[in-house]
């Protein structure tokens, strides 16, 4: 991997990859706690302790949109490098970062 785009893809690959799957556990994240929080007012729980409860939720929500930021961000900036280094698409690396971008469109609505 001597020359330098390809591992400048291979870095931006990952962030892709990396996003994408934070993303996604941030989602995750806030079914559970939603989950945990309704158990916990049919239990009949503390105050304090749906509060805080609470605040976790509003915590992974927040997430969310910062992931989805960063990720948009990271998608571009790795479909232009693919459209400048076309002289590359024989590339492992290449290959590999087209095939992150393809996953990562489920976590993009706008793709």
Do not use: W
Not at 45 to 66: G, I, Y
């Amino acid at each position: 991997m001597s020359d330098p785009r390809l591992r400048q893809l291979t870095i931006k690959t990952g962030v892709v990859k990396r996003l994408s799957k934070e993303k996604t556990v941030y989602e995750k994240e806030v079914i559970t706690q939603q989950n945990r929080i309704d158990k916990l007012k049919a239990s009949g729980a503390d105050d304090h302790v749906l509060r805080k409860q609470e605040e976790v939720l509003q915590e992974s929500m927040m997430m969310v949109p910062d992931c989805q930021r960063r990720l948009a961000k990271a998608f571009e900036e790795l479909s232009e490098m693919l459209k400048n280094e076309e002289e590359l698409k024989e590339t492992e690396q290449y290959l590999a970062a087209s095939n992150v971008l393809e996953d990562a469109k489920v976590n993009l609505p706008q793709h």
